[in-house]
């Protein structure tokens, strides 16, 4: 039986760079045996276009019968002025949900050869390794009660909530220092436990946690000191967990640090390694249809899906090997061009990456 | 009738820091007749340990009667382990909540003599001038309920509330556009609008407000991107304006693209501009008693207070300007020293400045 994969491209580049990555992902595929089938399905603004929804059943159907999603990027300035409850987000937010995705790994990696791309000075980012770990399917994200109501005396007022259990930092916690196992042994975990009570419980468990785990060394940061460091000193840090919210923030300044969002790749995982696999970067409508978005996000979600899903580690060093092979020739989307390098179209990159394969 | 000063010194390093700032208050206070009054009181972990708690009845009576407070820092190691109640921050906390100082000020200035500090390009931060204003007697820091709660199942569940009413949303916003109009009319409001229905509402109401601040030119971004931008190019910013915890994180992130967090002052107000005024950095303890702690975020802080409560411009600008005098002759503590120029202490810092006036 064939193992399927969904194939979600979504709004605005999306189509463009996921044809990239099922391009590299149908090479293997032939060439190493994986015994993979692909099939698509309508996300987001594309959805809601054609359906009402930014999440159809079969698409969430499909979702469910599929080992894995790879997914694109939703949203763009078509669909802003939608209520909450269709916006292109709220498909994504869906999946997340629905597939019990809890646990969002996003690396953030300084490729050598884009070191003059960050802001930062190179020698407080080169080598730079990050890997977040944020919880995706808790907190602020999902609490109850949330919405807007009108007050007796005529105001409006806005509320959400910030909610966690027990049980639910407990596997983000295990999913965390597994994943510092696997690298530099060093977990940081963020919170607000000076203010927030549910960040109190937050660190509490955690640190019960941290005792299944010696060989890992732990310590906690609060966010606003969390997102200090990551600008002083990036390199301190190996493994960060943290809440949902908090993720979101922290993962797109590690994101920056490293000057190309357009290479940086993402996966969210479900209790027995199921997972969507996609770029952190957004939609970009401004340059979408016009052949010049990077595709090397997307490229790596692929040899993230390989090496988290399948369990095809061998495979997935196959593609970071031959992206670092098609950087050191020269090949550049225009988002990571420098003076001496050779611009290539978002297909190009695909070439250069499916040649050095 | 004298004005009143409250001077509360706090914990660590704030009794050194804050004893500078009082020598040049004094001396402008004599120099410019300015009619002052200081009176000291306990906060933080140093009234913890004399009075069991870290706002005691006294020194919250001192400050609602003084005209602004002058605060240096709280917390330490020491006081970790206590109950969330009587911890350090639940002094500055309830100060700026029963002080109704909503309106928060952090301003991100890089001085050029210090631009070599900054982990990014000087390309990227020289001459960056962003002021923050942050909500910040609302939100998620007061939000009710709000605790940790046994479920029935026997897990801990932990809970916080994120909640603003549209007439908190709109004095922060009025406050944040006078801001603009006084700098370079640029503000940029954020939130997490996609998610989050609370800042639906933020959004909505800033919009609103805009409408009677036309000469300001008003844009939305969602809390991640803002994050990146800081990074990516913070100089695109003029004025923020955000909730209590977003503002925490991002004022944070910008105070520490200028790498001398020793520099930056902070001005909490309520509706009639009268303030507490502090560093925005920490107590730091490991520091703290060895005269080596930079005076200079507090004493700007003296210079804020002067412009915002007491109205007395002139006054703040001739401490800018000694500021600057003390920099230009190279005087520097160790967190912003380098080579060519003068180690001094704190002291050595404060007889700077006084020299300068
Ligand atoms: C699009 C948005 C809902 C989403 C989030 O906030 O989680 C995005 O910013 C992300 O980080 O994946
Ligand atoms: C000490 C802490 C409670 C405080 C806050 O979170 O507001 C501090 O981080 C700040 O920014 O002033």
Redesign the interface.
Known sequence: MAKKIAVLAGDGIGPEIVAEAVKVLSFLNTDMALGLSFETALVGGAAYDAFGTPLPQQTLNLCKNAEAVLLGAV?GPKWEALP?AV?P?RGL?SIRSELNLFSNLRPAILYPQLVGAS???PE?VSGLDIMIVRELTGG??F?QP???RL?ENG?????????????EIRRIAHSAFKTAQKRHKKLCSVD?A?????????RQVVTEVGKDYPDVQLSHMY???A??QL???PKQFDVIVTTN?FG??????A???T?S?GMLPSASLDANGKGMYEPIHGSAPDIAGQGIANPLATILSVAMLLRYTLNQPEAAERIEQAVNTALDAGARTPDIYSDGTTQVSTSGMGDAVLNAL
């Open positions: 949203g909450h916006r987000e937010l802001t930062l000075k407080v602020i994200y609490g949330r919405g807007i007050l105001e409006q007022q806005g509320f959400n909530t910030l909610v966690y259990n027990e049980s607000k000076n203010v927030l009570e549910v960040t109190e419980l937050w966010v606003d000191n997102a200090m600008v002083r000193a919210m979101d923030i922290l993962s797109d300044i994101a920056m640090l000057g969002i």
